[in-house]
């Protein structure tokens, strides 16, 4: 059994990208990579949990730290990734450009981005798995409580779940249950999903490029996996095959 963690980073929408990205190991290595990961959280200078946001900001966990001393700790977390090797995946979307197509004409669920980006992140990691050669490897995706993919999640994954069934066999057994919303304060796995989400928003951002951050950019890069993202020609074609269908 394969286990998924992912987070969200531009839910609130003021800069253009808009990701969901997270990790794939097996349950066992994940137990290990949490004592490794935890071990660093402790390394002086120790802080309780690591948020990507506070540790670019230099606040809360990270707050009085100078700026050689927080790339060392994300460092050092990144050395606990570079040894697992868990898998990325993501789904990303240019806000302006989903405002501009889907948001001028649907309404309700359909106009929600999740309603897009959740189910890519699963036909990532399906590609992910025929990429190895192990698909339908069943595979269960849990979120941060606190994101609003996993309350969207929450709602509609089983109605997903059964249209893909109908679908694709092989696509329904790879879907595992119900995702679990889980604090990631406590669930070390989601602390490194934060640090992905977090980089690939950076990294898909051109008009705010920050070169300080180049050096993470390259390192996290290294462990992706698979993407998938949404442009314009992505979501005229969807809204032409809704119209086609009657749905619009």
């Not at 809360?60 to 697992?84: A, H, S």
């Amino acid at each position: 059994m394969l286990q998924g963690y992912v987070d969200d980073s531009g839910s609130d929408g003021t800069r253009p990208p808009y990701v969901l990205a997270g990790f794939i190991l097996s349950a066992k290595q994940w137990a290990e990579f949490s004592g490794a990961w935890q071990t660093q959280l402790d390394r002086a200078p120790k802080i309780e949990y690591f948020k990507m946001a506070e540790s670019a900001e230099r606040t809360g966990q990270f707050l009085g730290f100078q700026p050689e001393i927080r790339d060392r700790k994300i460092m050092d977390l990144l050395e606990v990734l570079e040894t697992f090797e868990p898998a990325g995946i993501y789904s990303c979307l240019d806000w302006r450009v989903f405002r501009a197509t889907i948001g001028t004409v649907l309404h309700g669920r359909v106009a929600d981005p999740y309603y897009y980006l959740f189910p890519a992140i699963f036909d990532a990691i399906a590609e992910y798995q025929r990429r190895r050669g192990i698909f339908p490897e069943p595979t269960d995706v849990d979120f941060d409580v606190q994101s609003s993919a996993g309350q969207f999640a929450l709602q509609t994954y089983p109605l997903m779940k059964n249209y893909t069934k109908q679908k694709s066999a092989d696509m329904g057994k790879m879907l595992g249950r119900l995702p679990m919303m889980l604090d990631d304060e406590k669930v070390l796995p989601l602390q490194a999903a934060d640090l992905f989400a977090w980089t690939m928003r950076r990294f898909r951002d051109k008009e705010h490029h920050d070169p300080r951050w180049d050096w993470l950019l390259v390192r996290i890069g290294r462990l992706v996996e698979w993407g998938i993202g949404y442009n314009e020609e992505s979501f005229q074609l969807l809204l032409s095959e809704g119209r086609k269908m009657g749905a619009v």
